[in-house]
């Protein structure tokens, strides 16, 4: 029984950590009023305290939901108003004073791959002309590291949670491989009109964006953990998509030839649907008039997989 209270809990703890920040995107809570959710816990001890409580009653499974609950619930909100961690540490930008400043510069000889690692702040990267590439980080305690070589450029965030906010642009021409780790991060990824062979994208507890004008992706990978994906696709694109506890948003254009195989569950909802979209078992298809040719493969859990939302990408 211990095993089974065990998944339980963990499963209603995902569930709420995702259903907030998915409640937010959708209208259903503001999350802006939940800034001061960290005020409240105290009822995380309350519940933790019920659940030990109850742990040898017939009310075990109620003290294990309850805390599920509450605990989820907290961690959900903090991570849907942007106050990660509830506002504690140095990873809000509540007080920017002690922020320093760095920038670097460089230039690639040939085709490039650039793998970017955050572990709490912002990242924008855009596409540009030429073969320079540059950086621009705002950052408290030490500046990120940087790794450059004529066909590579790796930035990585020193270990711990100090907030770091880099501004990165790459030349479209010779971009081919993009790698982005974000955790406890938002990020804007614009790649319009690039051809890359891969992009792979792990996100954990945070939100991204990415825009593909009239780019190719050849291999996209995406793994999504508590937290929000927005992908405008506008070329051809080949992919797997994955969540556990968020909501992955994907836009196409609307003469793309469409595969999507997506197996819906309990805790996995898609919603796919539009003119000339049919369906049959897990797979979604569409003939195209004319446009790209974009295959994805999704799965996920206590997540959502929504094809051209109605607010856009």
């Not at 694109?237 to 909501?247: E, I, V, Y």
């Amino acid at each position: 029984m211990r095993v089974h209270r065990f998944y339980l809990f963990w499963g209603i703890f995902f569930l709420m950590l995702g259903a907030i920040p998915l409640a937010d995107r959708l209208g259903w809570i503001d999350a802006g009023r939940l800034t001061e959710g960290w005020r409240l816990w105290p009822l995380a001890i309350v519940a933790i305290g019920v659940a030990i409580l109850f742990s040898r009653s017939r009310l075990a499974l109620v003290g294990v939901v309850a805390a599920a609950v509450v605990l989820g619930g907290l961690a959900g909100a903090g991570l849907a108003s942007g106050a990660w961690l509830f506002g504690f540490g140095d990873c809000t930008d509540a007080d920017r004073a002690d922020m320093r400043m760095d920038t670097r510069t460089g230039t690639f000889a040939g085709p490039a791959s650039v793998d970017l690692r955050l572990n709490c702040g912002t990242v924008a990267l855009s596409a540009t002309a030429g073969a320079d590439w540059g950086l621009e980080a705002a950052f408290r305690g030490d500046p990120p590291a940087v790794d450059a070589t004529g066909s590579s450029l790796r930035i990585e965030a020193p270990s711990g949670a100090k907030r770091q906010e880099w501004t990165v642009t790459a030349p479209r021409d010779l971009l081919r491989d993009l790698s982005v780790h974000a955790n406890a991060a938002t990020g804007t990824l614009d790649v319009s009109g690039s051809h890359l062979a891969m992009l792979d994208l792990e996100s954990n507890a945070g939100d991204l964006r990415v825009v593909a004008d009239a780019a190719a992706i050849d291999d996209l990978q995406v793994q999504l953990n508590a937290g929000h994906a927005r992908i405008a696709l506008g070329g051809a694109t080949d992919g797997s998509l994955g969540a556990n506890a968020g909501a992955i948003e994907v836009c196409v254009p609307p003469t793309a030839e469409l595969l999507i195989e997506a197996k819906e569950q309990l805790t996995f909802a898609v919603n796919v649907s539009g003119a000339g979209i049919t369906r049959s078992g897990s797979t979604w298809q569409r003939a195209g008039t004319g446009g790209p040719i974009i295959h994805l493969r999704v799965r996920g859990n206590a997540a959502s997989f929504t094809l051209d939302p109605a607010g856009g990408c």
